[in-house]
Nanobody
């Protein structure tokens, strides 16, 4: 069965850190560009961070630049999102998505979506 599974979400205090994982099963992640997206209640989904299949190209939304880091371990078939200095406005459901290449990812052409993991930043 082909799927992406996110993990690592939870409740954290402002200023804290979380590391999200996006693990693939049924296919090889190193052939795909991966994006992390988030959606807060009442808001549209936004692209948070992207990484190309070889890890050379990355993108960060202005709202997370300098605080979040995307990385991938193709040997483990997993992509990570390290989130530091978390703010209440980072609260959302975070989902990862796979696309055949970086250009298609930017166009929103997604081949696989994960189910999402909740991140809540609150004191």
């Amino acid at each position: 069965q082909v799927q992406l599974v996110e993990s690592g979400g939870g409740l954290v205090q402002p200023g804290g850190s979380l590391r999200l994982s996006c693990a693939a099963s049924g296919f090889t992640l190193d052939n795909y560009a991966i994006g992390w997206f988030r959606q807060a209640p009442g808001k549209e989904r936004e692209g948070v961070s992207y990484i190309s299949s070889n890890g050379v190209r990355t993108y960060y939304a202005d709202s997370v630049k300098g605080r979040f880091t995307i990385s991938r371990d193709n040997a483990k078939n997993t992509v990570y999102l390290q989130m530091n200095s978390l703010k209440p406005e980072d609260t959302a459901v975070y989902s990862c998505a796979a696309s055949e290449n970086y250009a298609r990812l930017w166009r929103g052409a997604i081949d696989y979506w994960g189910q999402g993991t909740q991140v809540t930043v609150s004191s």
